[in-house]
T-cell receptor, first 108, second 114 residues
């Protein structure tokens, strides 16, 4: 079967760094997306990885290891507005498969 | 500004009633998608369309129907056959199912049963 696992919830402190992990088992792999979703709002695109390695975009970075079926999203210099759910999605052979998301709570 | 517009933001359905959720995009995207989001679960694909006048069932199509008469529009009807319709519904679009372009989402419609 196809499966994507993410932690359900994480807590971090404002100004700190947090790493959100995503492991996947899918039929085929054609790229991995990370999205941010604030409560009651639409998901917004953060990053896309298709080759192994680290992609950096400002305070956010995303890493992929295809051999391990593993990705992480790294958020630096956390701000209160980063409180949201972070969704991992894998483009398999036929469609996008979504993880359940990780709710990130930022404390002052 | 280009984007995806979903309406209404909130919708209430009575027993035995069909309701239609609107989705319009001006991004000139070929592909459009409907997802259902329930608490604690990933997005689940209801229907998708890669071209006008063609659409395909996703993982949970039962109790739903769609049409794609125009490139810009992909309405979703939640029929009375869908016994548990309460959820957050999201419409998305991109260049195609085999595209590495991210999907762009509308702001969603929250559907509840009266």
């Amino acid at each position: 079967g196809q499966n994507i696992d993410q932690p359900t919830e994480m807590t971090a402190t404002e100004g700190a760094i947090v790493q959100i992990n995503c492991t996947y088992q899918t039929s085929g792999f054609n790229g991995l997306f990370w999205y941010q979703q604030h409560a009651g709002e639409a998901p917004t695109f953060l990053s896309y990885n298709v080759l192994d390695g680290l992609e950096e975009k400002g305070r956010f970075s995303s890493f992929l290891s295809r051999s391990k079926g593993y990705s992480y999203l790294l958020l630096k210099e956390l701000q209160m507005k980063d409180s949201a759910s972070y969704l991992c999605a894998v483009r398999g052979n036929y469609q996008l498969i979504w993880g359940a998301g990780t709710k990130l709570i930022i404390k002052p | 500004d280009g984007g995806i517009t979903q309406s209404p933001k909130y919708l209430f359905r009575k027993e035995g009633q069909n309701v239609t959720l609107s989705c319009e995009q001006n991004l000139n995207h070929d592909a459009m998608y409907w997802y259902r989001q329930d608490p604690g679960q990933g997005l689940r694909l209801i229907y998708y369309s890669q071209i006008v006048n063609d659409f395909q069932k996703g993982d949970i199509a039962e109790g739903y129907s769609v049409s794609r008469e125009k490139k810009e529009s992909f309405p979703l009807t939640v029929t009375s056959a869908q016994k548990n319709p309460t959820a957050f519904y999201l419409c998305a679009s991109n260049g195609g199912l085999d595209s590495n372009q991210p999907q762009h989402f509308g702001d969603g419609t929250r559907l509840s049963i009266l």
